[in-house]
């Protein structure tokens, strides 16, 4: 079947970098997704890999391997409002399946 | 204005109990999706729709239907709810084009609670 698999907790200091990662049994997707989600709030998107390698957007970097299975969402210079739970998803266009999600800890 | 939004935010019913969970957007999009989030879990596609006359089942759509009345709004009923139904729902919208790169638009949700 198709599965994404992501450690459930991660905790790291304000200032560090966290590394996220994201593994899946799955084929034919159009790429890797990456989503934030705060406490009782909405998912909100944060990067997408279409082709293997890394892609920055700011503080936030995101790669993929598909020979690997393996993708990472990394963040840097941590802050404590990035306290929340973070979502690897492969897309198909129409379809995405997000895995379980990591909750990350900042602690001051 | 947010640009997608869903009514009614928190909903408390019975067993048994017909629900109807509405989706509103405002950003033109035509593909729209219903999902549902458990504790520790994460989304599970329950309906996606690619435009008015176009309806999908998604991983987990026992126990639910939909209706889109426009293209603008995706609507997801619950015939008879159960207790498993409980849970946080989520809309979302995407295009052609955010579709095809991962990004999908969410709703602020819907908590519902079935007793």
């Known amino acids: 079947g198709q599965s994404l698999e992501q450690p459930s907790e991660v905790t790291a200091v304000e200032g560090a970098i966290v590394q996220i990662n994201c593994t899946y049994q799955?084929?034919?997707?159009?790429?890797l997704s990456w989503y934030q989600q705060h406490d009782g709030g909405a998912p909100t998107f944060l990067s997408y890999n279409g082709l293997d390698g890394l892609e920055e957007t700011g503080r936030f970097s995101s790669f993929l391997s598909r020979s690997d299975s393996y993708g990472y969402l990394l963040l840097q210079e941590l802050q404590m409002k990035d306290s929340a739970s973070y979502f690897c998803a492969v897309s198909w266009g129409f379809k995405t399946i997000f895995g379980a999600g990591t909750r990350l800890f900042v602690k001051a | 204005d947010a640009d997608v939004t869903q009514t009614p935010r928190n909903r408390i019913t019975k067993t048994g109990k017909r629900i109807m969970l509405e989706c509103s957007q405002t950003?033109?999009?035509?593909?729209m999706y219903w999902y549902r989030q458990d504790p520790g879990l994460g989304l599970q596609l329950i309906y996606y729709?690619?435009?008015?006359?176009?309806?999908n089942k998604g991983e987990i759509s026992d126990g639910y239907s939909v209706s889109r009345q426009a293209q603008a709004k995706f609507s997801l009923s619950l015939e008879s709810a159960i207790p498993n139904q409980t849970a946080l729902y989520f809309c979302?919208?995407?295009?052609?084009?955010?579709?095809?790169?991962?990004?999908?638009?969410f709703g602020p949700g819907t908590r519902l609670t079935v007793l």
């Open positions: 979302a919208t995407s295009d052609q084009t955010s579709g095809n790169q991962g990004e999908q638009f």
């Open positions: 950003k033109g999009h035509d593909r």
């Open positions: 799955t084929s034919g997707f159009y790429g």
């Open positions: 729709s690619f435009d008015v006359k176009d309806i």
